[in-house]
């Protein structure tokens, strides 16, 4: 798989593949963290969260590690697939509910 | 119903027009939101409502005009609006705080 942080806007993967996408915080008082994937003319959609007070999470082919010692967070999506091609928002929630949006990355795999 | 509703889809006006976006939930989620997300770019926060009350406003300009009638139901009124204002207009509920948001699909508005 391939890791890029999120100041770079592709990362182009091989079908069947691991990808890792990266995302760096700033504010050490966010609650929990959220990865949304946004497809072509649709909202975001939930992927998977962490709160603050974890280190990693596993869904189905997904994991996230939150690393607050360095204020990182990363997405890893095991065996990508075509229907991964999208772009990915890590997100953080802070104590008033606010929901803040990171950069955004643009997933693109290969078949 | 799992689902936030965004109307219309698309939506062409301008800059003397008025108009408003609806978006609707019945999950009964207390918690509604505007986000605007330009091409390319992260949605941004406008406006939260918290059990129907305005709870943050992000400096919005004041042609945007937000409305929560009741718990289903957030408006955004819009009214001599700016090209600029072109951009996808999201709108998303939450349960509580320790829920996830729902995201609809948002009201593509052009502006001209």
């Known amino acids: 798989g391939e890791s890029v942080g999120l100041h770079l806007p592709t990362l182009s993967v091989q079908e069947g593949d691991n990808s890792i996408i990266n995302c760096a915080y700033s504010n050490s008082a966010s609650d929990y963290f959220i990865w949304y994937k946004q497809e072509s003319g649709k909202g975001p959609q939930f992927i998977i969260d962490i709160r603050s007070n974890m280190d990693k999470r596993q869904g189905q082919r997904v994991t996230v590690l939150l690393n607050k010692t360095v204020k990182h967070l990363s997405l890893q999506i095991a065996a990508t697939q075509p229907g991964d091609s999208a772009v990915y928002f890590c997100?953080?929630?802070?104590?008033?509910?606010?929901?803040?949006f990171g950069k955004g990355i643009t997933l693109s795999v290969r078949p | 119903d799992t689902e936030v509703t965004q109307t219309p889809k698309h939506l062409v006006m301008g800059m003397t027009n008025k108009k408003s976006l609806k978006c609707e939930q019945h999950m009964g989620h207390r918690a509604m939101y505007w986000y605007k997300q330009k091409a390319k770019k992260p949605p941004e926060l406008m406006f939260v409502?918290?059990?129907?009350?305005?709870?943050i406003n992000e400096s919005v300009p004041s042609r945007f005009s937000p409305e929560c009638p009741n718990s289903s139901l957030l408006n955004l009124h819009l009214h001599a609006l700016q090209p600029e204002d072109s951009a996808l207009y999201l709108c998303a509920s939450k349960r509580g705080p320790e829920n996830g948001y729902t995201f609809g699909s948002g009201t593509r508005l052009t502006v001209v």
């Open positions: 997100a953080e929630v802070r104590a008033n509910s606010k929901l803040t």
């Open positions: 409502y918290s059990y129907e009350k305005l709870s």
